[in-house]
């Protein structure tokens, strides 16, 4: 870990994106990845050009300092990084995201914005599915606002903070 003033730098993690289809929200993540040093992964099929206009608006001009890998769907997605440190975020999930195992390397997965991830995924993986407290009557978070707070606890815990 590195230290940069007074706060010691968190281990690298992976923000995965399962089909995500808000062009806003995708570049608003990608900033967080710049800012927390994380890889982000976009699984296909996206619900948008990657050429978007507002897609690059939200990210800014930090597009260059963010690592981008694609996969060309989730069941290759998962036939490679489907190991032990793919942690699962989503509404359904059994328990509450501050208890999730945080380590170096982790891969956080968030589902699209109009479904979230997929039952039987979310089936295969109760023990590594986790979710965010909501209390007031909304059905869910907007993905960035939740892949902030998700990603920022992981490194919150990873640093010692």
């Known amino acids: 870990m590195m230290h940069t003033g007074k706060f010691v730098v968190p281990p690298r993690l992976n923000i995965v994106l399962v089909e995500p289809e808000i062009p806003p929200n995708t570049g608003n993540i990608a900033r967080l990845c710049a800012a927390t040093c994380s890889v982000l992964h976009l699984v296909h099929p996206l619900g948008f050009s990657t050429d978007d206009k507002s897609l690059k608006r939200a990210g800014l001009d930090y597009w260059p300092h963010v690592e981008i890998r ?92």
Request: glycine share 10%; hydrophobic share 40%; net charge positive.
């Open 70 to 161: 694609h996969h060309e769907c989730l069941d290759r997605f998962m036939d490679r990084h489907g190991g032990d440190d793919l942690l699962l975020f989503s509404t359904r999930g059994e328990r509450i995201y501050t208890e999730a195992p945080y380590r170096e390397g982790s891969f956080l997965l968030f589902g699209k914005e109009t479904m979230g991830l997929p039952d039987d995924l979310l089936r295969g993986n109760r023990r590594r599915s986790f979710f965010i407290p909501i209390w007031g009557k909304v059905r869910s978070l907007n993905l960035s606002t939740a892949v902030g707070i998700v990603a920022f606890e992981a490194s919150r815990q990873l640093a010692g903070w």
